[in-house]
């Protein structure tokens, strides 16, 4: 059982990156699942989740509006599209699989499969 986030890299103020999480040993179908972020000398927060039971998605103050979570049950994938992307953002980017087909909000305890993270860095 295996979650892998990739997708990260160096962008520019304003710029997009699209993240992908792939499950592998389960699927994804029956697991909401969030994206967090951590950046330096911070906490890891959540970012976003979408629901397996009626893809309902959720975003955190900071992210909405310019982040976008989706799935494609076709290849067990989430991904998460950033765009407008601003130096605040940079942090390494988890994905995680919740226990629950529901989101529930982001206490880390509900969350029972992590990818490895992938950095992403917003600089000019």
């Known amino acids: 059982v295996q979650l892998q986030a990739s997708g990260g890299g160096l962008v520019q103020p304003g710029g997009s990156l699209r993240l992908s999480c792939v499950a592998s040993?389960?699927?994804?179908?029956?697991?909401?699942v969030a994206w967090f972020r951590q950046a330096p000398g911070k906490e890891r927060e959540g970012v976003s989740c979408?629901?397996?039971?009626?893809?309902?998605?959720y975003y955190s103050d900071s992210v909405k509006g310019r982040f976008t979570i989706s799935r494609d049950l076709a290849v067990n994938t989430v991904y998460l599209q950033m765009n407008s992307l601003k130096p605040e953002d940079t942090a390494v980017y988890y994905c995680a699989s919740h226990k629950y087909r529901r989101c529930s909000g982001y206490a880390e305890y509900e969350y029972n499969y992590w990818g490895q993270g992938t950095q992403v860095t917003v600089s000019s």
């Open positions: 979408i629901s397996s039971s009626d893809s309902s998605t």
């Open positions: 040993g389960f699927t994804l179908d029956y697991y909401a």
